[in-house]
Every structure is written in structure tokens, then in C-alpha cells.
């Protein structure tokens, strides 16, 4: 049962995760009772941790899942990869079943499929930089030379160069979180978690881990899950960002949707010091009229630039001031009371 | 006025002491054990486990033999070894481990070893360590990956390893001896027996404090289960296990040299063994060093196993050990036990110690007796008998315990008064149990007693689980063995509670005072328990003052180090906040660092006391009565059966107080929200 080229990368069915003794049978018996399946399973002492997730990745993806501490993303993801049995519900990976597959079989994806990085990094503290980053190619039994040159290379790639024969403990936090991408890139992995890799990092080391994080992502197009609790973090990388509250899904979209269109308050409370204006595009805020080309001398407005710098081009205007397409077309016009509207927050 | 728990508990033992000192004379049933309730339980033991070892005697009888092998190859390797080449590799090893100083260490120790004439008994004893570790370090690694790799397993090998470490080592040797037969074979599987829960204990602490994302790591490489165990987790958890590793060799060899009572092997044990009963005191002294400076050696060495490791230069070793061979060449024919350079030394200790004893004889005897008759002998058989003309000057009679009952009535008065009304009762309770007498405590008020002491520190389940621990006992007929038993190990807990409670302090006040006592303390440690009855035998001949000597400086350790630890460990910002509060450093001892350091203390005090346990069998071959005593003699005559119930006796006593002072602490913890 392989999966076929359509298949989503990841795709999540009505995945619970229930802590606890007898969580199975347990949640049988909650659903069956009906409304507030999680409120029944907390009365009986039992942790909900995930609860009804569904979600697609598609290939090459790059999707983030976010949310408050303790809301279930390392547990969601854990069930994914099957680090955890998840209580109910389905996983499959490139259309294949995870959750079913045998323990033979769930060896050879972790060998070739999958990739993880750890928050606190999960280096194995008695083997060099490079034996850490070999490992994963160890199982697949691969010889020491190939080994040690495949290594190399990924190292390379994190930038770690010339430090292939220290200790971790020899590191600084940065240089081992490096370490462990490099681990988990060593088999060049489809499918990519990574679970707060830059959580632990100080703000200056994590934006530059950040941007050699997409510059690599733009090479290697893999389909990632990405776990964070910084909003801006979330922004600056995800393609699709899912955001959890108490094990549950509350809403997934771009970027743009999560600031622009926040589900609740729990979401716009996530979402309320990110400047609005860098996420809005001006698309969202004009008005559409018939297409004529601009006459005068306006400002010039394209569609799909961003609010913050359309501000900045026509801050000393009064009037409505016109949109022009990617062909010079005027499509719309912007009027200043909407910029004031929108980056209220008055929007939605 | 409602009662505390405490006061209830007290209340309900008083009452109970009262009424079976009151109803004594006319129901003499209610002190002494009734014979009706017992059973004889050593003789089922005995008929059940013989026959139950007659069934695995010839398996154990081939074990035997099979394990004669490595035995005597060890020995004749380590025996035959010119002792220059047996020297260069102990260097060797020891610059490997830790450098120049542990080769030192090394050079030196052997170096004191061979100069003191008993280098082949020493070799003897080291070839029994040296088969016995593997063996114990195997099965202490198995024991440790089942118990990890199958959690429903986990907490039954808890409760053995628990129970295996309270079970005294002179129990243990009876059925070996059974099943193996005399020989030194007996001594190797016991050591092995007894040195493997360590190691299986460091294994799964180790295993279990495997870093969980290192652990998911492994899994996420793809990696099997074994090879998560054997290429990731075990590796990872190396610190915890060379701690393992340390330990079992300390217990292997603490054993080996205890085992040496079963006799028929030349080693270093037997020799401290046989001088000490010739009364040899020098060279029994100079044995006795022998074997602190090979627990030393093997203590120091191993645990640089489990420090971050620096490399040293193999080449150095290399050097060491060709030196070592071109030194066996050139001193080929000389025969090591011809060195006796300490001989002059033992001579003039023995001599010395002559002199001593004869010199102040007097008061050496007016120390022993003194404790014994005003401290030792009032606590065992209670002031009314303890208090002869003889000795006091006067006869204790019905007045003089009505006075204390009155003394020790006011000052309950008084404590009640001032709100203390569980300490007032407690008063009363002591005052009755100094008048009597431990090993004539009614039984029913020991039970009680017991029983409300666990009810207070671990609630109903605890108070069932030694009341019934106790009752067994009572129900095996071994009773009064074990109130004497319990006499004097309360004594020397008791004594070292006080003695290592002030070192303990002083040690936290005083940054000098630490630095002297705490090497003392690391060497009390690392010295078997053996060797601790030498000095005392110098001084103070056989009997239960020695005993109770050898007991404290064992048994003193835990309490010093666990008072001065938590003293010392108090968080600063407490300290800090008294501090701006105005508070004095004496103030601040009694008011902060003391009430937090009380978890910690009580722990102290229950190590020590598990030390008192452990050495009180011990001290059974200087003379003491009780449980140790009736272990010891099982083991004279192979009697499965007293061994076993008596080791088992013991172990319940142990066992029991473990628990009611873990409960304590616990309930300290909790309070301080720990
Ligand atoms: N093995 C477990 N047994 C019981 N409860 C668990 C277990 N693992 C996680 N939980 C609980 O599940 C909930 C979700 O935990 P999880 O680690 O997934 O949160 P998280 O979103 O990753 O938080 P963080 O940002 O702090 O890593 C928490 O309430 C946690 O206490
Ligand atoms: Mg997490």
C-alpha cells in the first residue's frame, strides 16, 4: 500500500491522544456519549492531549503548528512519527498508513522517510559531531567511509565545518542545534519535524538559525512540521500555520488569514502585537473599480504589496489613491480611512 | 481540647505500657512472647529450603566446580605473577584511569602490600574479587536492562534489591554453604550475590535517566530496540553505571573478606581473622591496612570510571608495564612473601597496645564499664534491674521507680501545660522504658508503640504493614533475640544521632572543621565493615562495648554528612531573607537552616541506622547477643534454617525502621514543600 504522487506528504485524521490507563476504552465509551468528549474524559482523570486533529501537508510544504505551552503539539507530533501510539484515529505518510504498519516497516521509514529535530537537541553525548550525525546512516547499515563523507557534507551544509571531531558538550547551543538538523538531514529525509528546534536559542542565533533554515528549505523542499510558540517565528517560516489550544485544532491557514482572520480571541490574542500592516496586502483593503490606467501622479500601488509600505508611499495623501497590477493596470483604489480601519484592527 | 495524631498515638501506647506493666506480675504472658503463639518456624525454614536445596544441589555443586576453574586461574596468574609485573600493571592501570596520581596511588598501595609480607594472601583475595566482579557486574547489567526494558517487572526487582540490601550478609552464607559446600567458591558467589544489586540498581537509575529526546533520537535514526539499548541508551547512561561499577566492587570486596569465616582459603580476610583471635593485635593492625588500602585503591580508581574522563597518554602505561616486566626479571627469584618490612611495625603496635592496656588498663576498664553499667545495661534489662549495690552503691526498688514515674509525671504536667502534649506523654513513655528496660518491653506495647509510629508517619497502611512484619518475628520465636537486637542497635543509633549530629553541625559551621572530618568520613566508608572490629578488640577486648564501638564508627558516617549537607544546602535567598530580616547566624540555624534541613537529616538517620543493622551481624564475632549472634552461629553449623529466619528477622527490623523514618522524611518534605 504505497502511496501514490497525489498523496499529501502527511495526512491527519481525527487523531486523539489520551493519557492515562485504559485511555482506549475510555474514549470509546466518551464519544459514544456524545457532546464534550474531552470534558468527560478530564472528569475521569484522563489527559486529552490531542483531540480530533485533521490536517494535510502537502509535499514540500512547509507547515507549522502552533500554540501555548501544553497544548499538545509535541504530543501531536510525536503521534505522527509514532514515537507514541495515538489513542484513536488515523496518520498516513505518503498515503501509507504509519499507524498500522509493522514494526519492520516503521524501522525502514524512520530510515528513509523520516527526519526529526529535537528541541533540546537530543544529541547522543558519547559520539563525536560526526558519529552523532552518522548514526541514522549506522542503521541503514551503511560502511564507515560512506558514512563519515555523507557527514561531512551535511555539516557542511549547517556550517559546522572543521567541528566533525568534537564532543557535544564541546558546543555552544547554537552549534548543536546545528548538529542536530545535520543528524536528522543525514538521510535526506522526505517528511521533516522539527519540534521547537530554536526554542531553547537566544533571539540573535535563532533568526540567523531561522534564515539558514529557509535558505536550506529552498534547496531541499521537503515537507516539514514545524512546532514553535513564537508568532513570529510561525509567520516568518510557515506556508500553512495550524494553531492548538488545549489539544485541539482551533485554525489553520496562511499567515495572512491567521492575522487577518482570527477564529476567536484566543487566536487574535496570539496574533495581537504582530504588525498587522507587514501581513495585509492591499488586495485586502481596496476597492475594486473597472480597469483603467492611471492618470496623474500617484503614488505607485501594486497589488500584493504589503500595507506597511503602502503607508509609507502615500502617507501625506487625503484622497483615494489608485492600485495597479502586476501590469500597470489600475484595478481598485485605497482609501486612507481604510488603512486606519485596518491596522485598528477593526477588520473581520 | 482535641488531640493531634501524635498525641493519640502516644496516648494509645502509653496506656497500653501501662496496663501490661500493671497487669505484669499476675500475667506474666503480657512481657515475654507466649510460647503458644509461636511456631517453629526455623525448623520449617530449615526442612523447606534443605529440601528445596537439595533439589538444586547438584546443579549448584557442578556451578561450583566450573566456577573452581577461573578461580584457581586467577589465583595462580595473580599468585605466580612476579609481583614487580602485578605492581606495573595496577600503576598502569592507574595512570590510564587518572594520571600521575592514581599511578602513585597505585605504585604506593601495592608498594605498602608487598612490603608488608602478605602479598600472596593478598593476591588470594584479589583473585576472588576479580572472578566475582564479572560476575556480579553481569548480572547486576541484566537484572537492571529486564527490569528497564519490562516496566511490570520493574517495581518487583525494586522490592528485592530493597529487601536484599537489608537482608544481612552473614544470612546469606548459610544456604550457599549448603548448596556449594565449604570452600572459597561459597565466598566468590556470595560476593557475587551480594555486589550485583548495586550494579543493577545504578543500571536502571541510569537507563531510566536517559535524556528522552536522546532516547527518541535513537528511535528516529531508525535504529532496532537492541540496537537503542546497546549502541544509544546504555552508552548514555555510562556516568550512572560506572557509579554501579564502584559500588559492586566495593561490596565485592567487603564480602570476600567477610566470607573469609567460612575459612579454607589462605586470603587477607582469614589472616585478620586468625591473628585477631590469637589476640595478635600487630599484625592483625597491619592485615587490617592491608585491606583499607585495597578498598582505597579499588574505590578511588574505579570511581574515576564514572568522572568525565581525560585522556591520558597510553605510551606512559606502556612504559610502566615494560618496566614492571624488566623489573620481574631482575627480582625473579624473590620471593615476596620474604618482605616483612612492617614486621618491626606490627611488633611494636602489638607491643604498644601491650603497654597501652597495661599502662591504663584501668581506664580502659573504667570506660567500658562505665558505659556498660550506667549506659548499656540500664537501657537493656531497665534501671530495676540494672541497679545493683554493687555497681550504683544502691538497690533499685518500688520508691526509686515511683520517683521517676513522679519526676517524669511532672514534667508531662508541665509539657501539657505549655501545649507540648505529645511530648509530655512521650516523656512518660521513656520514663517506662528506662525503668524496664528494651528487652523487656511488654509485647503488646511494642506493637502498639510500632503500630502508632507508622499510623503517625505513613497513615494505616504502613502501621498494618510492621505490625505484621513484627508479629512474624514474634510468631518464628525469635522475639527476644530481637528486642536484643533492637536494644543495641537503638543504642548506637542513638549515640550516633547526638555524636554525628554535632560533627555534622560543626562541620557546617566551620569550614576547617569540615576539612578534617571529611576525609575521615570518606575513609570510615571505604574500610569493610571487617576491619572496623580491629581497633576496637585492641582496646577493649570482646564483648558488647566493643560491638557497640565497631557499630557507631561505622554507623556515624550517613549522620554526619547528611546533617552538615543539609545544613550547608539551605537556598540562599532564604538565608538571605533572614538575614535582612535581622536575624542572628545562630538564629538562623535554629529558625531557617534547621527546619530545612530536617528532610535531609532524617534521611541521614536512616542510613545510619541501615549501617547500625548491617554492622550489628558484623560485631556478632566480638561478641554481642541477639539475631546477629544466632546468624552467626547457623552459619557455624549450617543451620539453613536459624540463618535464614534469623537473617530474615533481622532484615524485618531493618526493613521496618527504613520505612517508619522514610515516612518521616517524607512527611518533612511535603511539609516544606520539597
Ligand atoms: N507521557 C505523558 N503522560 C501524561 N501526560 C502527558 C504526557 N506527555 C504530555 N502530557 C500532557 O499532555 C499535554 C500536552 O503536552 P505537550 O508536551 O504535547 O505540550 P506542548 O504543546 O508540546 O508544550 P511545550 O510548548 O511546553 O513543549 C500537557 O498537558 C502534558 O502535561
Ligand atoms: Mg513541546
Not at chain 1, 171 to 184: H, P, T
Not at chain 2, 247 to 254: K, R, Y
Amino acid at each position: 500500500m504505497t502511496g501514490t504522487d497525489t498523496a499529501p506528504a502527511i495526512a491527519v485524521e481525527g487523531l486523539w491522544q489520551v493519557f492515562g490507563p485504559n485511555a482506549r476504552a475510555a474514549l470509546t465509551e466518551a464519544r459514544a456519549d456524545g457532546a464534550g468528549t474531552a470534558a468527560t474524559l478530564k472528569a475521569r482523570g484522563l489527559i486529552p492531549a490531542v483531540r480530533e486533529a485533521s490536517f494535510e501537508v502537502a509535499s514540500g510544504e512547509l507547515f507549522v503548528i502552533m500554540g501555548l505551552s501544553g497544548s499538545g503539539k509535541s504530543t501531536l507530533v510525536r503521534c505522527i512519527s509514532r514515537l507514541i501510539e495515538p489513542t484513536a484515529g488515523a496518520v498516513r505518510i505518503n498515503g501509507e498508513d504509519i499507524l498500522t504498519a509493522s514494526d519492520k516497516r516503521l524501522i525502514e521509514m524512520r530510515r528513509d522517510t523520516l527526519g526529526m529535530v529535537f528541541q533540546h537537541f537530543g544529541l547522543f553525548p558519547h559520539m563525536s559531531v560526526a558519529d552523532n550525525v552518522a548514526f541514522p546512516l549506522k542503521m541503514k547499515g551503511e560502511g564507515k567511509a560512506a558514512r563519515r563523507a555523507r557527514a561531512l557534507e551535511v555539516l557542511n551544509l549547517v556550517g559546522l565545518e572543521g567541528r566533525e571531531d568534537a564532543f557535544p558538550r564541546e558546543l555552544s547551543g547554537g552549534q548543536r542545534q546545528r548538529v542536530g538538523i545535520a543528524r536528522s538531514l543525514a538521510v535526506n529525509p522526505d517528511i521533516w519535524f522539527l519540534d521547537e528546534p530554536f526554542s531553547a536559542l537566544d533571539p540573535l542565533i535563532r533568526r540567523q538559525l531561522q534564515d539558514e533554515f529557509l535558505s536550506i528549505q529552498s534547496n531541499l523542499q521537503k515537507s516539514i512540521v514545524f512546532i514553535t510558540h513564537d508568532i513570529a517565528e510561525a509567520l516568518k517560516l510557515a506556508d500553512r500555520i495550524a494553531i492548538m489550544r488545549d489539544g485541539e485544532i482551533v485554525q489553520i491557514g496562511t499567515p495572512t488569514q491567521i492575522v487577518l482572520n482570527p477564529v476567536d480571541d484566543y487566536v487574535r490574542e496570539f496574533t495581537r502585537d504582530v504588525p498587522r500592516g507587514r501581513h495585509m496586502t492591499l488586495d485586502e483593503v481596496m476597492e475594486p473599480v473597472g480597469e483603467t490606467t492611471p492618470a496623474g501622479d500617484w503614488p505607485e500601488l501594486r497589488t500584493g504589496m504589503n500595507l506597511e509600505t503602502a503607508l509609507t508611499l502615500c502617507a501625506a495623501s487625503f484622497e483615494a489613491v489608485p492600485v495597479q497590477d502586476g501590469d500597470g493596470k489600475v484595478v481598485g483604489v485605497v482609501h486612507p480611512e481604510s488603512f486606519v480601519r485596518a491596522l485598528g484592527g477593526e477588520h473581520g | 481540647m482535641s488531640l493531634s495524631r501524635g498525641s493519640i498515638a502516644a496516648l494509645m501506647s502509653l496506656t497500653v505500657l501501662v496496663l501490661c506493666l500493671l497487669l505484669a506480675p499476675i500475667a506474666p504472658w503480657l512481657v515475654k512472647w507466649p510460647a503458644a503463639l509461636t511456631v517453629p518456624m526455623t525448623e520449617w525454614v530449615g526442612a523447606g529450603m534443605s529440601a528445596f536445596l537439595a533439589l538444586f544441589k547438584p546443579l549448584a555443586r557442578g556451578f561450583s566446580w566450573a566456577m573452581s576453574y577461573p578461580m584457581n586461574a586467577a589465583g595462580y596468574v595473580l599468585g605466580q605473577s612476579p609481583w614487580p609485573l602485578v605492581i606495573g600493571l595496577v600503576t598502569a592501570i592507574g595512570w590510564v584511569l587518572g594520571g600521575l596520581r592514581m599511578a602513585l596511588l597505585g605504585a604506593a598501595g601495592l608498594g605498602f602490600v608487598l612490603l608488608s609480607g602478605y602479598w600472596h594472601q593478598s593476591m588470594n583475595t584479589l583473585a576472588l574479587v576479580v572472578v566475582s566482579v564479572p560476575l556480579a557486574m553481569i548480572m547486576g547489567l541484566a537484572i537492571g536492562i529486564l527490569a528497564f526494558e519490562v516496566p511490570r517487572l520493574r517495581g518487583a526487582v525494586q522490592a528485592v534489591l530493597d529487601v536484599m540490601q537489608t537482608v544481612p550478609t552473614f544470612a546469606y552464607l548459610t544456604p550457599l554453604l549448603v548448596l556449594f559446600g565449604f570452600g572459597p567458591v561459597v565466598g566468590l558467589i556470595a560476593s557475587a550475590i551480594y555486589a550485583a544489586p548495586p550494579m543493577a540498581r545504578n543500571v536502571l537509575l541510569g537507563l531510566e535517566r536517559v535524556d528522552a529526546e536522546i532516547r527518541e533520537a535513537a528511535v528516529m535514526s531508525g535504529g532496532t530496540r537492541r540496537q537503542q539499548l546497546f549502541l544509544v541508551e546504555i552508552p548514555a547512561a555510562a556516568t550512572q553505571i560506572m557509579v554501579g561499577v564502584n559500588q559492586c566492587l566495593m561490596a565485592a570486596l567487603s564480602m570476600v573478606i567477610i566470607a573469609a569465616v567460612i575459612g579454607g582459603f589462605d586470603d587477607i580476610g582469614w589472616e585478620v581473622l586468625l591473628t585477631m583471635r590469637k589476640a595478635q593485635f600487630g599484625p592483625a593492625f597491619l592485615a587490617g591496612l592491608v585491606i583499607v588500602v585495597f578498598a582505597i585503591l579499588i574505590d578511588r580508581m574505579s570511581a574515576k570510571l564514572a568522572e568525565p574522563r581525560q585522556r591520558h597518554d597510553r605510551r606512559v602505561s606502556w612504559g610502566i608495564l615494560l618496566l614492571g616486566g624488566l623489573m620481574s626479571v631482575v627480582f625473579f627469584s624473590q620471593d615476596p612473601a620474604t618482605f616483612g618490612a612492617f614486621d618491626s611495625l606490627a611488633e611494636a603496635v602489638d607491643r604498644g597496645v601491650g603497654r597501652f592496656t597495661a599502662n591504663h588498663g584501668a581506664t580502659l576498664d573504667g570506660i567500658k564499664n562505665g558505659a556498660m553499667f550506667y549506659g548499656l545495661l540500664p537501657l537493656r534489662i531497665g534501671l530495676d534491674d540494672a541497679v545493683l549495690p554493687f555497681t550504683w552503691g544502691f538497690k533499685w526498688t518500688a520508691v526509686h521507680s515511683a520517683i521517676v514515674y513522679g519526676v517524669a509525671g511532672l514534667l508531662a504536667v508541665f509539657l501539657v501545660l505549655r501545649g507540648r502534649v505529645t511530648a509530655g506523654i512521650v516523656a512518660m513513655i521513656v520514663a517506662g522504658i528506662l525503668v524496664t528496660g528494651i528487652s523487656q518491653l511488654p509485647w503488646p506495647f511494642v506493637l502498639v508503640g510500632v503500630g502508632a509510629i507508622g499510623w503517625i508517619s505513613g497513615g494505616w497502611k504502613l502501621s498494618r504493614l510492621c505490625v505484621i512484619l513484627l508479629v512474624l518475628i514474634g510468631v518464628s520465636g525469635l522475639w527476644e533475640r530481637a528486642l536484643l537486637s533492637l536494644y543495641l542497635s537503638g543504642a548506637s543509633v542513638f549515640a550516633c544521632a547526638v555524636v554525628g549530629g554535632a560533627l555534622g553541625l560543626w562541620g557546617a559551621l566551620s569550614k576547617t572543621a569540615w576539612a578534617v572530618l571529611r576525609p575521615v568520613c570518606d575513609i570510615l566508608q571505604t574500610i569493610p565493615l571487617f576491619v572496623f572490629l580491629i581497633p576496637v578488640l585492641m582496646f577493649f577486648q570482646i564483648g558488647e562495648f566493643s560491638a557497640f564501638l565497631a557499630i557507631c564508627m561505622y554507623a556515624v558516617v550517613p549522620m554526619i554528612r547528611y546533617t552538615r549537607h543539609g545544613l550547608v544546602t539551605t537556598p540562599p535567598d532564604l538565608i538571605e531573607a533572614a538575614e535582612s530580616a535581622g536575624a542572628t547566624r545562630m538564629q538562623i540555624l535554629r529558625e531557617v537552616r534547621a527546619p530545612y534541613a530536617a528532610p535531609t537529616i532524617l534521611l541521614g538517620l536512616n542510613q545510619t541506622i541501615l549501617y547500625a543493622f548491617a554492622m550489628l551481624v558484623i560485631a556478632a564475632l566480638i561478641g554481642t547477643t541477639g539475631l546477629g549472634q544466632s546468624i552467626y552461629l547457623a552459619l557455624g553449623q549450617a543451620d539453613v534454617g536459624l540463618g535464614l529466619t534469623a537473617g530474615a528477622a533481622m532484615a524485618i527490623l531493618a526493613l521496618v525502621a527504613d520505612r517508619l523514618v522514610q515516612g518521616f522524611a517524607e512527611e518533612r518534605r511535603r511539609a516544606l514543600g520539597l
